[in-house]
């Protein structure tokens, strides 16, 4: 709406930006977020066109929707469309609209903008590629089934640049709606592809998991996990696989095998908390306590805040109990005791400030989006306790795109208000221009009409004139070309004549004579020189012409400075105030959203907190009890330790008898009553 009123405003097209001047110079057709009609070429005809692919290309999907929604209204209305540059884009632009929309998350209005491409006259790839984005609508929008539907729309094949990504898509649908079987035979079909390397390897070996080939899924998986890539998403990717194909064995009881998958996953990586915790699991389930010690150990000394690291300092004393280090074990209950401690009154800080809105305060913050990983910046951020608890939920797919809806909503929010802002300067800079043209228009309007008069009077004199030569042409009449002292003398010859005939007095032959002398030398030189006066005529007649088409243009320019002057400042009123109304509804709709994404997004994240802290509350009560037991197990083995200490110390004091070499023989028991 604003840049409609700015386009109202400006009265020419003055080059914005270098940058657009580039793009005059090499253009391309935008892929993914404005993909080019089949068969366009790439030459850029219009810059502001050029400049939403621009704003495309950086990702400022908003902007470039703006610009492009803009100039398509715009051109919309112009009297001769086609003699618009802009023409030549004409049919990408509609097309990439629902692009460009869809890239936004604006899935309502891209669905409606690629349902309008299906039901109109396109050919058929084009028609084929809007039933592929319209099923990726629906796919984002978890409605397999729908998006299902638009597949079966496709009839034919789609274009090359997104047949992959078609044929992975359905692939997808196709696991969501339960047949992998399905899935599979399009996967096996896709392998090989770059631009999906990797992520068709994962798919497939899930696919194949959950449609009874196990055997296969884990060689597929873990022919994926074996790969090393310089790439952290890609690198990412492996590692997920080796830890869901780690947990899988170690759930199926297969250990041995489990244990590799766990030892391939990157100690840097996202995924290594919970791989090293995984692995010390197989270890102590195959009773091996002292090698399960190695990763919760190193694990033991991570971040505090991640589930996994919980979990190991519970593990560590768990396997020291196991191996009857009792003491230490207590040592370590006593730690976890402290941190579980600390972490939950952390935790209790955490949905206090979240209930008094600071963790919304925190993602409106500008800073945390300017790096790439913003969601891990956050907990760098002061006063925002509340994110360290948080990092697991907010990279998760749904949290982050409720996250992204309401920093939109908020931007969106904040453009507004400048807009809003921006209404008020063009309303100043038309206030100024009326005061400056107002004082100016009633002389100038008094020029205008001593010009209009001089314009009248040209023509009214070429008018007769033209009339004149016209009547020449039929019938010769010398005296219209006579000069202005020939006409003089012509009147006074006719009125010497009147005065002869009005009296015999005035009358003689003589003066008859010279009076008709002086009409023969007058009419004679008429006559002769008529063809020469006739083409001077001619001349004057043509310069004439030329000087009022000069006196037109001059009126014309000046009606058309005239009109600029006028309409620089009037008629823009009720669209100000239309659009300013539109804006306020806007901002009063955008603070409703607002306050329920940001209620929503609070809720999941105290739901989380409060999970995260009743789960340490239940550690922290199994650490209490198993820390009490380990002081037991503990004391109990220091007692006997210390009486076998003191068994062995009085063995080692007490006097050995001294060897005899003829001891004495041991006497009868005397019977009873008799003598001793």
Known sequence: MYLRLVSALRSAAPLRTAVIAFWALAASPLCGAATAAEGEGDKLADLFFGEALFQAY????????????????????????????????????????????????????????????LKGNVPQPVRNEAAYRLAKIHYHKQQPL???????????????????????????????????????????????????DGFVQYNLGIAQLKAGQEERG??????????????????????????????????????????????????????????????GWVEARAGRYDRA???????????????????????????????????????NYGRALETFGNEIDTLTASIKSIREGKFLEALRRKEATQVKNWVVALRSLPDA???????????????????????????????????????????????????????????????????????????????????????????????YLAKAEEQEARLQLQGMRKLLASGPRHYSEET?????????????????????????????????????????????????????ATHSYTGYNDSIHRLRAQLQAAQDRLDTLMARQGNMLETLAVNELDRRRAQLENYQIKARFALADSYD????????????KKIEQHRANRPEPLPQENPPELEAPAKEGGEQ
Not at 160 to 184: C, I, K, P, S, T
Not at 249 to 270: K, S
Not at 461 to 479: G, H, N
């Open 385 to 479: 306790p509340e994110t360290h608890y948080l990092l697991d939920l907010m990279a998760s797919n749904d949290y982050q795109e409720f996250l992204r809806n309401y920093r939109d909503l908020n931007d969106l929010f904040e453009r507004n208000e400048e807009w809003l802002g921006s209404l008020k300067a063009y309303e100043d800079i038309i206030e100024l221009r009326r005061a400056y043209y107002e004082p100016l228009l009633p002389g100038i309007d008094k020029k205008f009409r001593e010009l209009d008069a001089r314009i009248q009077l040209r023509i009214e004199q070429r008018d007769k004139f033209a009339s004149r030569i016209e009547q020449m042409l039929v019938t010769r009449r010398p005296e």
């Open 218 to 279: 884990i060689l597929e998986l873990a022919a994926l996990g074996k790969n090393r890539s310089s790439d952290p998403a890609r690198q990412a990717l492996h590692d997920k696989t080796n830890l869901m194909l780690g947990s899988h064995l170690m759930e199926a009881d297969q250990l041995d095998l489990a244990r590799p998958y766990f030892d391939r996953v990157n100690l840097e990586g996202p995924f290594s908390d919970r791989a090293l915790l995984g692995a």
């Open 146 to 196: 729908n998006a299902l539907h638009a597949l079966e729309m496709i009839d034919g094949r789609v274009p090359e640049r997104v047949r992959a990504d078609e044929q992975f898509l359905r692939a997808r649908v196709y696991m969501e709606l339960g047949r992998f079987e399905e899935a599979v035979e399009l996967l096996k079909g896709l392998k090989g592809e770059e631009s999906l």
């Open 58 to 117: 950086q990702e400022n999907y908003f902007d470039a929707i703006v610009h492009l929604d803009t100039e398509l209204n715009q051109y919309r209305r112009l009297d001769e469309p086609e003699l618009d540059p802009f023409t030549a884009h004409l049919g990408q632009a509609e097309f990439s609209v629902g692009d460009l929309e869809l890239s936004y998350r604006m899935h309502r209005e891209a669905g409606r903008a690629i349902e309008a491409v």
């Open 512 to 564: 008859e004579a010279r009076i008709a002398r002086l009409e023969g030398l007058l009419n004679w030189r008429l006559s002769t020189e008529y063809d020469n006066r006739l083409t001077e005529a001619y001349k004057h007649l043509q310069e004439l012409n030329t000087e009022i088409e000069q006196l037109q243009t001059v009126y014309h320019a000046f009606v058309r400075s005239r009109q600029a």
């Open 293 to 331: 010690l190695v990763p919760w150990k190193l694990l033991q000394e991570r971040q505090s805040t991640n589930e996994s690291v919980q979990e190991a300092m519970l593990a560590v004393p768990y396997a020291y109990g196991k191996l009857d280090v009792h003491s230490t074990a207590a040592i």
């Open 633 to 644: 197990r503990a004391n109990e083995l220091q007692e006997q330790r210390t009486d076998q």
